[in-house]
């Protein structure tokens, strides 16, 4: 089982920045991936932006150039960066845990989401 915590959402101005973390619990050597997804009222949840347990990182198009995944092993946490905030950017932020396509049971596990709201 993992356990997954955001924290670090709120409001912030057009072209501000936050930064989002997600501490991990749990079985947390069974990870292979994860990522920050997130959802607006009335659309999909789309990708964000995703790390690998060997550190590669990829990013959804529309946040390419603005956001930046890291981790911090230690502490067992994922952040996202998020830099130049636009409105579109409005949404609630998801944490994913992703176990890998090897395995049987369970694959993906999800934080409870933590808004962000970009607004003047």
């Known amino acids: 089982q993992v356990q997954l915590v955001e924290s670090g959402g709120g409001l912030v101005q057009p072209g501000g920045s936050l930064r989002l973390s997600c501490a991990a619990s749990g079985s947390i050597f069974s990870i292979w991936a994860m990522g920050w997804y997130r959802q607006a009222p009335g659309k999909q949840r789309e990708l964000v932006a995703t790390i690998t347990s060997s550190g590669s990182t990829s990013y959804g198009d529309s946040v390419k150039g603005r956001f930046t995944i890291s981790r911090e092993n230690a502490k067992n946490t994922v952040y996202l960066q998020m830099n130049s905030l636009k409105p579109e950017d409005t949404a609630v932020y998801y944490c994913?845990?992703?176990?890998?396509?090897?395995?049987?049971?369970?694959?993906?596990?999800w934080g409870q989401g933590t808004q962000v709201t970009v607004s003047s």
């Open positions: 994913n845990a992703d176990r890998g396509p090897w395995i049987t049971a369970r694959r993906n596990y």
